[in-house]
């Protein structure tokens, strides 16, 4: 079963300021790696993703590359069905 995170809104940089919002889909055990990991920090499982979305897209270089990357050559079938 897959559980989907819901990110009430995610900033991003544009001069009007827009926002974003996001659905994730993670595995169970994702899911339950996010709800522990919340709760050792006493925030909401949505609070720590924006987090980590945001540091992800924060860090410039070969980190970000890297993950971007991943997540293309992944999904790669999909987006082409869909174009």
Known sequence: MAWIVRLSSCRISGSRGDTMKLAIELTEQQAQRLR??????????????????????????????????????KNEELYRRLA
């Open 36 to 73: 522990e990991g919340a709760s050792r920090l006493g925030i909401e499982p949505e609070q720590l993703a924006l987090a980590a979305v945001t540091d992800l897209i924060a860090s410039e270089g070969p980190d970000f590359d890297a993950a971007a990357q991943r997540v293309l050559d």
